[in-house]
Nanobody, 125 residues
């Protein structure tokens, strides 16, 4: 069973950047397609970005496309989310998630059995 731990969240001004990391342990990292989800206050958890086991295939929600970049370092069992041009609407708890498939393109939160504890991202106006 894979264990996921996020880091890199914090407070940033609008227009700024952050890079989130998610370190995996206890499993074979390349067995999992990975994703980042986020949950803002009083809102449901939503998909932000997903990536295949190899890192070749990526997908983004329209709200983050062109500003966020998902990537993975399989040698170091780490998933990343680079976030540029942040705005207050990006304020949320960000979670990494894993599904035991090489590819996964439905990006439904309930289909991901493994989750990190989340990291808070706050963007001030």
């Amino acid at each position: 069973q894979v264990r996921l731990v996020e880091s890199g969240g914090g407070l940033v001004q609008a227009g700024g950047s952050l890079r989130l990391s998610c370190t995996a342990s206890g499993g074979t990292f390349t067995s999992y397609a990975m994703a980042w989800f986020r949950q803002a206050p009083r809102k449901e958890r939503e998909f932000a970005a997903g990536i295949s086991w190899s890192g070749v295939t990526t997908h983004y929600a329209d709200s983050v496309k062109g500003r966020f970049t998902i990537s993975r370092d399989n040698a170091n069992n780490t998933l990343y989310l680079r976030m540029n041009s942040l705005n207050p609407e990006d304020t949320a708890v960000y979670y990494c998630a894993a599904v035991p498939r090489p590819y996964y393109s439905d990006y439904v939160a309930d289909d991901y059995p493994y989750w990190g504890q989340g990291t808070q991202v706050t963007v001030s106006a």
